[in-house]
C-alpha cells in the first residue's frame, strides 16, 4: 500500500495500468473502527496512523483505551496522552488486561488519571503498581473493576470510590488487592460490592445506603479484621471469614450465601458462621456441606437454633 501526497486514499496500481481505491480504506468509518476494536491494544491501534491521516480520526474516535496481553506502563502512558492530545470524544471505556501470571515483584506502575466521561473501568494487572488521581471526579463511572493491583505507598482507596470523587459509581470489585490497609467506603450509589482477598486489609468500613449485594472473602481465613458495615438496603450478603455480629449495623437481609463444614477438620470458621446464621430471620440459605448425605443431621439443627429456611444446598467433597 503506497501513501499518496493527499493522505486520505492510499491507492495500488491496477492491473491495466492505472490507480484504483484500497478496498480497506474505503470501507464505512464505523466498520473500520470494529476492525480497530480487534486489535490487542490501543497502541497497536495508533499504528494505523502511518497508513493516512483518515486512520488518525479513525482510531482517536474510539471512545475507549484498552490493552490485552503483556502490559507495559509506558505504552498505557503514551495511550492516555495520545488521546488527549487530539480532539476525539471523551473516553467512555479503559480496559487493562495483563495475561502474565500474578508477581509479587512486578515492576512498573499505571498512574491512572481522572477520566470524567469514563462509564467503565476495568483493571486486571497482575500485580503491577496503580496510582490514583489525588484529585478530580470520575462523574459518570458506574463500574469500576480492580484485579491483582499493588498500590503503591500509601493509598486512600475509599477516598477515591467514595460518592465524593464517584458520585454515579454502581458496581465495585475489588480482587487480590495489594497496600490497602483500611478501607471505608462511603457511597450514595453503590449497589454491588465484592471485596476478595484483599491482602493486608485491617480495617473495613462501608456506608452505603442503597448497597444491596456484598461478597466479602478474606484473603487469609483466620486473620482478623475490624468490621463496621452500614447499608439499609442490604439483601444478600456472601461471608468468608471471621465474623461477628456486631460487624452489620444496619441491613435488610435475605440471602446468605457461605460455607459450613459438616464433617471434617476444616470446620474452625463455622462458630462465626453460626453467629452470621442467628443475625438473620427467615432468610433463604444457600448453604454448602462436605457431605451430600449428611444434609437432614444439619438442617433440623440450623432451623432450630437460627429460624432458616433452607432452600438450596450444595455438596463439595
Not at 482510531?59 to 495511550?79: D, S, T
Request: hydrophobic share 45%.
Amino acid at each position: 500500500m503506497d501513501l499518496h501526497s493527499g493522505g486520505e486514499r492510499p491507492t495500488k496500481r491496477s492491473s491495466t495500468g492505472g490507480y484504483e481505491e484500497d478496498l480497506l480504506t474505503s470501507l464505512p468509518d464505523d466498520l473500520l473502527r470494529r476492525i480497530l476494536r480487534g486489535l490487542p491494544s490501543t497502541a497497536d491501534a495508533a499504528q494505523t496512523s502511518l497508513l493516512s491521516r483518515r486512520w488518525v480520526r479513525l482510531w482517536a474516535g474510539i471512545p475507549e483505551i484498552w490493552f490485552r496481553g503483556p502490559v507495559v506502563p509506558g505504552r498505557v502512558h503514551a495511550a492516555l496522552a495520545a488521546y488527549a492530545a487530539h480532539a476525539g470524544p471523551p473516553i467512555h471505556d479503559l480496559s487493562i488486561v495483563s495475561d502474565a501470571p500474578v508477581d509479587d515483584e512486578a515492576v512498573g506502575v499505571i498512574y491512572l488519571p481522572c477520566l470524567e466521561n469514563a462509564t467503565n473501568i476495568e483493571l486486571r494487572l497482575g500485580c503491577l503498581g496503580l496510582a490514583l488521581p489525588d484529585t478530580g471526579v470520575f462523574a459518570k463511572l458506574e463500574t469500576l473493576l480492580l484485579k491483582n493491583v499493588r498500590f503503591p505507598g500509601e493509598c486512600d482507596l475509599g477516598d477515591a470510590v467514595s460518592s465524593a470523587r464517584c458520585p454515579s459509581l454502581r458496581r465495585l470489585t475489588v480482587r487480590g488487592a495489594r497496600g490497602v490497609r483500611n478501607l471505608l467506603i462511603r457511597s450514595q450509589s453503590l449497589v454491588a460490592l465484592m471485596l476478595a482477598h484483599p491482602r493486608g486489609l485491617r480495617r473495613l468500613m462501608v456506608i452505603a445506603p442503597m448497597l444491596e449485594n456484598f461478597y466479602f472473602s478474606a484473603h487469609k481465613e483466620r486473620e482478623k479484621l475490624a468490621v463496621r458495615i452500614s447499608a439499609p438496603r442490604l439483601e444478600k450478603l456472601k461471608w468468608a471469614g471471621r465474623f461477628q455480629p456486631s460487624f452489620i449495623q444496619r441491613a435488610h437481609l435475605q440471602e446468605l450465601d457461605t460455607n459450613f463444614i459438616v464433617y471434617g477438620r476444616d470446620g474452625f470458621l463455622n462458630p462465626h458462621h453460626l453467629r452470621l446464621f442467628r443475625h438473620f430471620e427467615a432468610v433463604s440459605l444457600h448453604l454448602l456441606v462436605m457431605q451430600p448425605d449428611k444434609v437432614s443431621a444439619l438442617s433440623p439443627h440450623a432451623k432450630s437454633c437460627c429460624q432458616l429456611n433452607i432452600l438450596a444446598s450444595s455438596a463439595v467433597w
